[in-house]
């Protein structure tokens, strides 16, 4: 009987109170675990979307700063910017008529376009983007009447297809856009430099005046310079559907997305007193300094761009993490999200970007 007994206490299982027990304290143990791999998790999230503003944002002010400080390059000559008094363009229409001019503005380096309270701003640039470098070449034959040849003394590493520009040494004249239609021809004392063929009359229309009292048929003589613009770059950089853009102001090329999660853009000029090199006033573009920019006389103060981006990270966070305004720089403009956008963490790039052929040129 004894002998019996203690078998059956030796096949005794878990009563019901243990195995509840046991399950309260596995639940227990995975909830534990659940929530620290739940906070782990956010915080890789967070620290994988600052990541990536980081990047984002980076890549953009690099990008910018790039383009910024190439700005006016082939048209800032040792007296100064050389297309003030304004730039034609010159081509054929391809309709057997004489070759035409569409008349245009003072070549501008950087114009920035205020966006206004609360908005991104908008910066244009234009310059050479020559393969071989925009080393003016001297003109070695009178043009006292415009035509479709343009005699130099070395080819300026011009080729088919190079858009180049005519201009005086000491920017007294307007400039003139044109393209070659052929590789330059050597002569005898020179290369000519053709870019009509077969179009050898006079400017279309004929002489107009525009806002800057210029003629618009510049005579070209010995000792102007023509300068390889290459492709011509000329490009705008703003903000559009939390992206930073790049586009052709005249529609050549359709709008590019160069960078993502970047959500606002504010820049302004840093402005020298004239015949100076250092930097009087940090003023935006607004007011005489609004785009487009009405004096050219202005124009080469511009000496530097002071410029902020901010960029998002693509994490949403559940508690509003970011307060009214991220400031861009002190005493500058700030960034403003909406409530919702408070639930996204932000990082904001500045810098301070010199426009180096402005002023290796004389004011």
Same mark, same amino acid.
């Given at each position: ?10 096949n ?23 929530q620290?791999?739940?906070s782990?998790e ?33 048209v ?8 003030? /008094?304004?730039? &034609?363009?010159?081509?054929?229409? *391809?309709?057997?008529?004489? !070759?035409?001019?569409? $008349? @245009? ?28 470098g ?38 007294d ?6 393209q ?8 005898g ?14 400017? /279309?229309?004929? &002489?107009?005046?525009?806002?800057? *009292?210029?003629?618009?048929? !510049?005579?070209?003589? $010995? @000792?102007d310079?023509?300068?390889n613009?290459?492709?011509y ?13 790049e586009?052709d ?9 160069l ?9 302004v000029y840093g402005?020298?007193d004239?015949?100076s ?28 761009v ?8 693509p994490?949403?966070e ?13 005493? *500058?403009?700030?960034?403003? !999200? ?5 639930h996204?963490?932000?990082?904001v ?15």
């Amino acid at each position: 009987m004894n002998e019996l007994n203690l078998n059956c206490r030796s096949n005794r299982g878990l009563g019901l109170v243990e195995l509840m027990v046991g399950m309260v304290i596995g639940l227990v143990t995975l909830l534990v675990v659940t929530q620290v791999m739940q906070s782990f998790e956010g915080q890789k999230r967070t620290s994988t979307g600052g990541n990536d503003a980081q990047t984002n944002g980076a890549l953009a002010l690099y990008l910018l700063d790039r383009e910024i400080r190439m700005a006016g390059y082939g048209v800032a000559g040792p007296e100064g910017m050389l297309c003030m /008094n304004g730039i &034609n363009s010159y081509y054929d229409a *391809g309709d057997g008529d004489p !070759p035409k001019v569409t $008349i @245009g503005g003072a070549f501008v380096p950087i114009q920035i376009t205020d966006g206004g309270d609360g908005q991104p701003d908008r910066i244009e640039l234009m310059r050479s983007d020559a393969e071989f470098g925009a080393i003016p070449t001297s003109v070695v034959k009178d043009m006292p009447t415009p035509s479709s040849i343009v005699t130099t003394g070395t080819t300026g590493g011009l080729e088919k297809g190079d858009l180049f520009i005519m201009a005086s040494k000491t920017g007294d004249k307007r400039c003139t856009l044109m393209q070659m239609t052929q590789d330059a021809q050597a002569t005898g004392n020179g290369f000519n430099l053709q870019h009509n063929p077969g179009a050898d009359g006079p400017y /279309n229309p004929p &002489n107009p005046v525009n806002a800057y *009292g210029a003629a618009n048929t !510049p005579s070209y003589e $010995i @000792g102007d310079i023509v300068i390889n613009m290459g492709a011509y770059r000329h490009r705008e950089y703003r903000i559009q559907n939390d992206q930073l853009i790049e586009l052709d102001p005249m529609g050549a090329a359709p709008p590019a997305a160069l960078v993502s999660e970047i959500v606002d853009m504010q820049a302004v000029y840093g402005v020298a007193d004239a015949g100076s090199n250092k930097i009087s006033a940090w003023v935006p573009a607004t007011g005489v300094w609004a785009s487009p920019l009405v004096d050219p006389a202005l124009v080469p103060r511009i000496r530097a761009v002071r410029l902020a981006v901010v960029a998002r990270s693509p994490q949403y966070e559940k508690e509003t993490v970011t307060g009214a305004a991220v400031e861009l720089w002190d005493g *500058g403009p700030s960034y403003s !999200p909406n409530d919702d956008g408070r639930h996204y963490r932000y990082k904001v790039f500045e810098t301070i970007i010199p426009l180096r052929n402005v002023i290796w040129s004389a004011s």
